[in-house]
């Protein structure tokens, strides 16, 4: 893990709903740095997501608050009222204006935030603040993750090195529209805020919202990128080559974050990628790659290792694209050639397809015939332990 050169991390134990565990994360940014962020388009978006994107209009953030086992969402006025405290009680003690601060919170949905841990543990977390916190803050941020999950790059610009590092935690309640997931990236580049959102744009539409655990949209939903300027290296144009760099950085590593996500997914044991080809344009062959990953029949055959290719070309038909052509239509389980000429492809065998499926990384890969568009979706399978885990998440 490269370190980012100001901006530091502190983590402390609140109890807000785990015990005896880290479940607060302060992110601080030099003054002067930039900050970028995407969040959910739930309609039920949690309260510190409304109070996020008032604090982000307003410019000049210097800290993400984050707290994980409470989610404050479907918590009304006293939910927005206890995430704008949250930024007063750190804005107080840090000397800054209450919207420098963004809140964030990861945990179960439609219980009352309590404020109190948080007044008692704001001095340790200001008095923690160090550059060298990455791995613990990413596990701070955890609920039903496994493992904790963090990236990182060194890239090399005109004028000099910059570090790019991120992390994130989601497992389930995983689907476009940023996941049931938290994801905070940063680089010591200094880059003006157009472009730092740019940025972040790009990477998001092809790491965060390209994958899907079990088709769930979280209410609590975000990605930030924080530039510190720290390296006292500008970047002022996305398309400059520098600017090329940078964001092919921040990709590189939103979209290592988002495949540790999908594999991590609760209770998976495969990673599936779904690749459309050949198709008309990128909202179609979005249509086909979600209307595959999404399917419970699929994905538990996929857990049962079991070749019934009929699960697919029946997700791709009903996938809503119009005018599909199926006999141009052909379908790949990795190499093995399960589907064209509208049915079952004459040379596959079911030998072929087992051997393909008994693997922990799948390919399936559909070609449309309808043009020059491709997009990759990832997924996990459906195991038994996903009904366990959230059946079982309260308890």
Request: charge should be negative.
């Amino acid at each position: 893990m490269y370190e980012v050169r100001g901006i530091r991390l502190a983590v402390a134990a609140a109890g807000i709903r785990y015990k005896g565990r880290d479940d607060l994360l302060l992110i601080e940014v030099a003054e002067g740095g930039t900050c970028a962020a995407v969040f959910t388009r739930n309609a039920f978006c949690a309260a510190p997501v409304t109070v996020a994107r008032e604090h982000l209009a307003k410019g000049s953030i210097r800290y993400l608050l984050t707290n994980s086992g409470n989610a404050n969402a479907g918590t009304g006025v006293p939910g927005l009222r206890a995430a704008r405290e949250t930024c007063r009680l750190l804005a107080g003690m840090a000397g800054c204006a209450m919207s420098q601060v963004m809140p964030f919170s990861t945990g179960v949905i439609g219980q009352d935030l309590p404020v109190d841990p948080f007044a008692n543990a704001v001095p340790t977390l200001l008095s923690g603040l160090t550059e060298d916190n990455w791995a613990r803050a990413a596990a701070a941020i955890m609920t039903t993750d496994t493992v904790p999950k963090l990236a990182s790059r060194e890239v090399r610009l005109a004028g000099g090195s910059v570090t790019v590092t991120g992390i994130t935690k989601g497992s389930g309640m995983i689907c476009p529209d940023m996941a049931t997931m938290l994801a905070y990236v940063a680089t010591d580049a200094q880059v003006p805020q157009p472009v730092l959102q740019a940025m972040l744009n790009h990477a998001v539409d092809r790491s965060f919202n390209s994958i899907t655990v079990d088709g769930d949209t979280s209410t609590n939903d975000a990605c930030v990128l924080l530039a510190s300027g720290a390296s006292g290296i500008a970047v002022e144009a996305m398309d400059s080559p520098d600017g090329q760099l940078l964001s092919g950085a921040v990709q590189a590593v939103c979209a290592e974050l988002a495949e540790m996500i999908v594999r991590d997914g609760e209770g998976a044991t495969k990673l599936v990628r779904v690749h459309v080809q050949s198709a008309a344009d990128v909202a179609e062959a979005r249509l086909v790659a979600y209307a595959v990953a999404h399917s419970p029949l699929v994905k538990t055959a996929l857990f049962a290792s079991d070749p019934n290719w009929g699960r697919i070309l029946a997700a791709v038909g009903r996938a809503g694209v119009t005018g599909l052509d199926v006999d141009s239509i052909r379908i790949w389980l990795g190499d093995a050639c399960i589907v064209s000429g509208g049915g079952r492809d004459p040379g596959y065998t079911e030998e072929a397809g087992k051997a393909v499926m008994k693997q922990s990384d799948i390919e399936i890969r559909i070609d449309l015939a309808r043009g020059d568009t491709e997009v990759e979706v990832l997924t996990c399978d459906l195991s038994y332990d996903y009904v366990k885990i959230n059946a079982e998440y309260r308890s």
